[in-house]
């Protein structure tokens, strides 16, 4: 049997999936990375002429270098990648120069590197140069003074010993290796390199140890002669620039402008690394699986879960998930009856009632016929049920549940349904939607009259010990975990399992972690992260509830996957992650679910969202 030698043990610990080294180089550039000191300043667009918009494509986007290839021909400077490119009309000074000097005017945070790349006679080329940029030195950067525009000459240039020649506004790419006297250094800013020499990497998953070792040398070697770094010829992914952003490449250069400008902009909110690590609960596994007598259904709904969330969070977690405890899975087909893509309404009431729906329709199927939901049902046979959301009450997955409209819209109209469900507790926010008066009354009055207590804060909805109780809590005590909110689901998962895990005929609680799906909509990993992991919290307590009683089926899953979200990279040893989504709103991913106790393993397999409700519905009436 192959083992793995030491350098492949290595690569498989480091921070980049991607491209990984020894363990104290590896660190450096982990937390260089972590903390985001790349920007938009770093970017280089490559052959910038080649865009439909020469210049202004790259400067608007916020790049901070810009490459232009040129030619002298009848005292002017055309840039073109070849002579038979050549046009008249496109010059450096048109095209380049004016634009660019003029813009850092207007703006004096702006700077701005333009390497110019002289395919050809350079004695001409860069008088012809120094001409068109003498009136504008204050702006330019020297040695000694801090102008907001670096000119480098690249290409066709003269040898060191000549650079005292021309205006020390004039930076030269640096021959490698350095042979310059100090004088001579001076004039050099930046050495390039073709990738290609020191590694045929296709920009495809990592570079090997060998390729590694050696472009990373070469860095250090540039970046110890206090000089920045550029490659040529790199392959253009995503994967290639987290590479160069690990190796501390200097300049990365792109041809698609939209795409690498997008990436570093949005570098630093799509890296989230967890500095609060909860342990997994370890779960007996007595009745799991078995085919022991069910009491107890708990239905866990992480609202906008896919999977490349539940792996974010156990990424984050350091590699420990108490859903990954969980041994029976299966996966939810979540498509609504007009549309292939569900809403949470659609989505909520196939789990809750059975049937698909259209989209946006509330506890009703596509004909607006109401559906009962799992919670009345287990409220007729006896149970105690519970509906928690952290999030609005009225909004769509707790209020398929309860309610039955033809339109998630419909808010206060949905609120008023709540009275006649029969459910003995239910809790989240949106106190508006129960105060609105419809014909002359509110939903807060009419569950009043069928004897629920109304408690206004979450302090006192765990206080009462009301049979019958409607929390309707501020929207300041749902709001995400990254603004502060406190142990809401954990412990109102609690108050309801202590309150009710005597009843004789036992529970059915739905409880929603509907921040996920809004950390999806917003496009914001952060929230996606923590509201999973304090949703992960809730189900080590729904485990730890199921082995006190071995009465207990814990069914985990989503309505639908929020966002898109993509896993660039990651590092389950330090909790890091780096993600990207493809979209604000929902997709058609199957989700996964997850399945606890006694027959658990009914929810193997694929099937279609409704199964939920019809294999939980089964027990509930057993």
Request: glycine share 8%; charged share 25%; proline share 4%.
């Amino acid at each position: 049997m192959k083992t793995e030698n030491p350098i492949q043990k290595i690569i498989k610990t480091s921070l980049f999936a991607l491209l990984l080294t020894v363990n104290a180089t590896y660190s450096q550039a982990q937390e260089n990375t972590k903390e985001s000191k790349y920007s938009l300043s770093n970017a280089h667009s490559h052959n910038d002429y080649e865009n439909d918009i020469p210049f202004q494509r790259a400067f608007q986007k916020g790049f901070g270098s810009i490459e232009a290839d040129i030619f002298p021909v009848n005292n002017e400077l055309l840039v073109a990648h070849s002579k038979d490119q050549l046009n008249p009309s496109i010059t450096l000074y048109g095209t380049y120069l004016k634009p660019a000097i003029t813009a850092l005017r207007k703006d004096p945070n702006r700077k701005l590197h333009l390497l110019i790349d002289i395919k050809e006679n350079y004695p001409i080329a860069l008088a012809t140069l120094v001409k068109q940029l003498e009136p504008h030195k204050e702006i330019l950067k020297t040695s000694t003074h801090a102008g907001r525009l670096t000119i480098t000459i690249s290409g066709s240039r003269p040898k060191p010993a000549d650079y005292k020649n021309y205006p020390d506004y004039i930076y030269f790419d640096g021959e490698w290796p350095l042979q310059h006297t100090p004088e001579e250094s001076k004039h050099v800013d930046l050495v390039s390199f073709s990738f290609t020499n020191y590694s045929k990497w296709n920009g495809k998953g990592r570079l090997d140890h060998a390729d590694y070792t050696r472009v990373k040398n070469l860095i250090d070697s540039v970046h110890a002669e206090g000089k920045k770094i550029r490659f040529w010829a790199t392959p253009d992914t995503k994967s290639t620039w987290l590479a160069l952003m690990n190796l501390h490449v200097d300049l990365i250069g792109t041809d698609v402008i939209e795409s690498f400008g997008n990436f570093i902009k949005d570098l630093p909110k799509n890296i989230y690394t967890n500095k609060e690590i909860h342990k997994a609960y370890q779960p007996t596994y007595q009745s799991d699986g078995k085919n022991g007598k069910i009491k107890n259904v708990i239905l866990l709904i992480g609202d906008g879960m896919g999977l490349t969330q539940i792996y974010s969070a156990f990424t984050a977690n350091q590699g420990q998930l108490n859903l990954f405890q969980m041994r029976n899975i299966g996966l939810s087909v979540t498509n609504a009856a007009d549309t292939y893509i569900t809403d949470s309404a659609a989505g909520g009431t196939a789990m809750a009632g059975g049937k698909k729906t259209n989209n946006r329709a509330i506890g009703v199927d596509s004909t607006e016929k109401p559906l009962k939901s799992l919670a009345v049902y287990a409220a007729e046979e006896g149970k105690k049920t519970a509906i928690v959301s952290v999030g609005d009450l009225a909004d769509a997955t707790p209020a398929a549940f309860y309610a039955h409209q033809p339109d998630r819209s419909m808010e206060p109209q949905i609120a008023q349904d709540m009275h006649t469900s029969g459910i003995n507790m239910l809790l989240g926010s949106g106190i508006s939607n129960f105060k609105k008066n419809l014909n002359g009354t509110t939903a807060v009055e009419l569950l009043e009259k069928k004897g629920y207590t109304v408690a206004y804060s979450f302090e006192d909805f765990k206080k009462s010990n009301a049979d019958k109780l409607v929390g309707i809590v501020t929207d300041n005590e749902t709001r995400p975990k990254i603004e502060g909110r406190g142990e809401f689901l954990t412990e109102a998962f609690l108050k309801v399992t202590q309150q009710f895990s005597k009843a004789p005929k036992g529970l059915f609680m739905m409880l929603e972690g509907a921040q996920i799906d809004h950390g999806g909509h917003r496009n914001n990993l952060s929230q996606v992260i923590t509201e999973n992991l304090d949703f992960d919290k809730v189900i080590g307590k729904a485990l730890e509830f199921a082995d006190s009683n071995g009465e207990t089926l814990i069914v985990v899953t989503a309505d639908h996957e929020t966002g898109g979200l993509t896993l660039l990279d990651g590092d389950i040893q330090s909790g890091y992650v780096l993600g990207e989504f493809s979209t604000n709103d929902h997709t058609a991913v199957p989700v996964p679910v997850f399945a606890y106790g006694p027959h658990s393993d009914d929810f193997k397999g694929v099937y279609s969202n409704t199964e939920i409700f019809k294999r939980l519905l089964k027990y509930i009436q057993k």
